[in-house]
């Protein structure tokens, strides 16, 4: 592969930004192998090679663009040599699964050492920006990075975990791509100087970083052959990814899809609705095994909750009773509670917004006649 093998991997947005990517070098004329998106463990990225490749075994492709699990990143890199590794953020995850962020940003940092060419971090996030200044001399810095506005409009900025570590280390190269502001499902970036407007699948300033990080990563990799032009209009063609701000047509209204993956993805979401939603729905289940950490979640976009449903309805119902939201009803069966919530009038500001947990996310497009499934988990 002429360009190379590019893993994508940090705790939130890795199937945004590797569907922009690919979408920006594509654009350009450039051949991608990728895998589907969520499908970032080994077996998903096998099956996306079993999937695509000839019998032969050889790629034809000028270039693997890799959405990569961050603990399983490591063996991965191994196997797959990676030129370079894009390190969207280190947040605080499924606490079931990593628990504390130490233990994430050692895996990242052994990804990034696997990188035998470029590093491309965010330095709005702290950790991956030690991660950048910890660099081997032999491979390249890319920087992007959140102005400080942009920051201060959010109400939880780009909401990183705790920073793992500190010390007097290299300095960090001039951020190549800047997020100078953000509105609506718009951004304005300065890339290598130059202003730019580009749009977004859906609203937020996490989604405004997913295309900094795309745009500075393809820039990287095309040198001179890299147009702004081309990358906001491939940008600007794109549909959102799989429930991340998706609007389904649920027989015939429209639903918003707000996920929570985990902390930081429910709040930055609930942050970029723009709106209290007149009518909403929360959806969660076992998928979600410790939902404890609500507690800790800014919940003051919401000022009630129509349907509370999934196997952790009860949990949620308390969590909003805590904070004062009032809750239309319980209804722990996911079926019925989508027909109660289909049934309610509609709002006249936009769509109805179900907040849901990945799994339920999942089987509510199914219910609505989505068949395009995720590639993995």
């Given at each position: 592969?002429?360009?190379?093998?590019?893993?994508?991997?940090?705790?939130?947005?890795?199937?945004?930004?590797?569907?922009?990517?690919?979408?920006?070098?594509?654009?350009?004329?450039?051949?991608?192998?990728?895998?589907?998106?969520?499908?970032?463990?080994?077996?998903?990225?096998?099956?996306?090679?079993?999937?695509?490749?000839?019998?032969?075994?050889?790629?034809?492709?000028?270039?693997?663009?890799?959405?990569?699990?961050?603990?399983?990143?490591?063996?991965?890199?191994?196997?797959?040599?990676?030129?370079?590794?894009?390190?969207?953020?280190?947040?605080?995850?499924?606490?079931?699964?990593?628990?504390?962020?130490?233990?994430?940003?050692?895996?990242?940092?052994?990804?990034?050492?696997?990188?035998?060419?470029?590093?491309?971090?965010?330095?709005?996030?702290?950790?991956?920006?030690d991660l950048g200044r910890g660099a081997r001399a032999d491979q390249k810095v890319v920087v992007?990075?959140?102005?400080?506005?942009?920051?201060?409009?959010?109400?939880?900025?780009?909401?990183?975990?705790?920073?793992?570590?500190?010390?007097?280390?290299?300095?960090?190269?001039?951020?190549?791509?800047?997020?100078?502001?953000?509105?609506?499902?718009?951004?304005?970036?300065?890339?290598?100087?130059?202003?730019?407007?580009?749009?977004?699948?859906?609203?937020?300033?996490?989604?405004?970083?997913?295309?900094?990080?795309?745009?500075?990563?393809?820039?990287?990799?095309?040198?001179?052959?890299?147009?702004?032009?081309?990358?906001?209009?491939?940008?600007?063609?794109?549909?959102?990814?799989?429930?991340?701000?998706?609007?389904?047509?649920?027989?015939?209204?429209?639903?918003?899809?707000?996920?929570?993956?985990?902390?930081?993805?429910?709040?930055?979401?609930?942050?970029?609705?723009?709106?209290?939603?007149?009518?909403?729905?929360?959806?969660?289940?076992?998928?979600?095994?410790?939902?404890?950490?609500?507690?800790?979640?800014?919940?003051?976009?919401?000022?009630?909750?129509?349907?509370?449903?999934?196997?952790?309805?009860?949990?949620?119902?308390?969590?909003?009773?805590?904070?004062?939201?009032?809750?239309?009803?319980?209804?722990?069966?996911?079926?019925?509670?989508?027909?109660?919530?289909?049934?309610?009038?509609?709002?006249?500001?936009?769509?109805?917004?179900?907040?849901?947990?990945?799994?339920?996310?999942?089987?509510?497009?199914?219910?609505?006649?989505?068949?395009?499934?995720?590639?993995?988990?």
């Amino acid at each position: 592969m002429a360009l190379g093998v590019v893993f994508v991997t940090g705790s939130n947005g890795k199937s945004t930004t590797t569907n922009m990517l690919v979408a920006v070098l594509r654009a350009h004329g450039v051949r991608v192998f990728t895998n589907p998106s969520g499908a970032n463990l080994p077996q998903g990225i096998a099956s996306a090679l079993l999937a695509t490749v000839p019998l032969d075994g050889r790629v034809r492709d000028d270039l693997a663009v890799l959405e990569v699990d961050e603990a399983y990143g490591v063996g991965l890199a191994d196997r797959l040599a990676p030129t370079d590794v894009l390190l969207l953020n280190l947040q605080i995850d499924q606490l079931n699964r990593f628990h504390e962020p130490d233990r994430v940003y050692r895996m990242l940092e052994q990804i990034a050492t696997r990188a035998r060419r470029r590093l491309i971090v965010n330095a709005a996030d702290p950790n991956t920006a030690d991660l950048g200044r910890g660099a081997r001399a032999d491979q390249k810095v890319v920087v992007f990075d959140v102005a400080p506005a942009a920051l201060a409009a959010s109400p939880h900025g780009v909401a990183p975990a705790p920073r793992v570590t500190s010390g007097a280390r290299a300095t960090l190269p001039q951020a190549d791509v800047v997020v100078d502001s953000t509105a609506g499902s718009a951004a304005e970036l300065t890339i290598n100087g130059e202003r730019a407007s580009v749009a977004l699948p859906s609203r937020g300033l996490h989604y405004a970083v997913d295309a900094a990080g795309a745009i500075a990563t393809a820039r990287s990799l095309l040198g001179d052959r890299f147009s702004i032009t081309t990358a906001s209009t491939a940008l600007g063609a794109l549909e959102t990814v799989y429930g991340r701000g998706e609007i389904l047509d649920a027989k015939g209204q429209p639903i918003e899809l707000v996920m929570m993956k985990n902390p930081p993805s429910l709040q930055l979401n609930l942050d970029s609705l723009g709106r209290v939603p007149q009518c909403v729905m929360i959806a969660v289940d076992e998928g979600t095994p410790d939902p404890s950490w609500i507690y800790d979640t800014d919940l003051s976009m919401l000022d009630h909750v129509d349907v509370v449903t999934g196997t952790k309805a009860h949990q949620w119902a308390t969590r909003l009773a805590y904070a004062g939201i009032p809750v239309g009803a319980v209804i722990e069966d996911f079926r019925s509670a989508v027909d109660a919530f289909l049934a309610l009038d509609p709002p006249d500001d936009g769509p109805k917004v179900g907040i849901v947990n990945y799994e339920l996310m999942m089987e509510l497009r199914l219910m609505m006649g989505y068949l395009d499934l995720e590639g993995g988990s």
